[in-house]
C-alpha cells in the first residue's frame, strides 16, 4: 500500500543547514511535496518536484529525490527561527484522484 | 480573504452531540478534500469530493458523513461526536492539474470532544 515515513523531530542550530528525509514507498507517484505547517496554521505548499527530476532547487531550499530508493530529502540552507514548523512530506500516489499521503510530519526546532 | 475558509476555528462539544464543521473556497476548484491530523500520525483522508455529485470515501470515513451543497462548499459532519475524534481537521482544494499541483489548506478546525 501506499505509505510515507518521516522522523518525528530535528533540531538545529541558526545558521546551520538542516535536513529532513522521507520515505514513501509508491513508485509511481507523479509528484512529492513538501508542506510546511506553522503554528496555529494550515499547510502550506512549499515546493514540489516531479517525480522524473533528481534535484531542484528553490532559494535556500533544495529537494533532492532517489527514485531508486524512494527517499526524498529537503535541504533548508542558513535555517533561521522563522523556519521553526512541522515539514510534511507527500507523495501523490498511483490514482488519479488526486489524494495526496502524508508522512507523520518533522518537528523542527531551531535554537538561537 | 482566505482562498479556503472554515468554521469554527475550535469548537468543544460533547460526546454523544451532533456536530457540523464548514469549508467553502473562491479558488473554483472541482476536488475538496476533509483531513484530520493527529500528532505523530499526520494527515489522514476523511472524505472527498470531485464534484457535487461525487463523494467519495477516505481511508477514516467511519463515524463521518459529508455534504458538497455547491462547488465551493464542502461540511463535514460528526453524527454522534465521540472522545477520539478529538482532532485538528483541516479541508483542502485542488484543481486536479497536474502542471498546477498540491492542495490549498484551510486554517483547520481544532474540535475537542469530551
Known amino acids: 500500500g501506499e505509505d510515507v515515513e518521516q522522523s518525528l523531530f530535528l533540531s538545529v542550530r541558526e545558521g546551520d543547514s538542516s535536513v529532513i528525509n522521507c520515505t514513501y514507498t509508491?513508485?509511481?507517484?507523479?509528484?512529492l511535496y513538501w508542506y510546511k505547517q506553522e503554528p496555529g496554521a494550515g499547510l502550506q505548499l512549499l515546493t514540489y518536484?516531479?517525480?522524473?527530476?533528481d534535484m531542484k532547487q528553490d532559494q535556500r531550499l533544495t529537494v533532492l529525490l532517489n527514485k531508486k530508493d524512494k527517499h526524498l530529502s529537503l535541504r533548508i540552507a542558513d535555517t533561521q527561527t522563522g523556519d521553526s514548523a512541522i515539514y510534511f512530506c507527500?507523495?501523490?500516489?498511483?490514482?488519479?484522484?488526486?489524494?495526496?499521503?502524508f508522512g507523520q510530519g518533522t518537528t523542527l526546532q531551531v535554537k538561537p | 480573504d482566505a482562498d479556503v475558509t472554515q468554521t469554527p476555528r475550535n469548537r468543544i462539544t460533547k460526546t454523544g452531540k451532533r456536530i457540523m464543521l464548514e469549508c467553502s473556497q473562491t479558488?473554483?476548484?472541482?476536488?475538496m478534500y476533509w483531513y484530520r491530523q493527529d500528532p505523530g500520525l499526520g494527515l489522514r483522508l476523511i472524505y472527498y469530493?470531485?464534484?457535487?455529485?461525487?463523494?467519495n470515501k477516505g481511508e477514516i470515513s467511519d463515524g463521518y458523513s459529508v455534504s458538497r451543497q455547491a462547488q465551493a462548499k464542502f461540511s463535514l459532519s460528526l453524527e454522534s461526536a465521540i472522545p477520539n475524534q478529538t482532532a485538528l481537521y483541516f479541508c483542502?482544494?485542488?484543481?486536479?492539474?497536474?502542471?498546477?499541483?498540491?492542495?490549498?489548506f484551510g486554517s483547520g478546525t481544532r474540535l475537542t470532544v469530551v
Open positions: 483542502a482544494t485542488s484543481d486536479g492539474d497536474l502542471s498546477d499541483p498540491g492542495y490549498t
Open positions: 509508491d513508485s509511481s507517484s507523479t509528484y
Open positions: 518536484i516531479f517525480s522524473n527530476m
Open positions: 507527500a507523495e501523490s500516489g498511483s490514482s488519479n484522484t488526486g489524494k495526496l499521503i
Open positions: 479558488k473554483g476548484h472541482d476536488r
Open positions: 469530493s470531485f464534484d457535487v455529485k461525487d463523494i
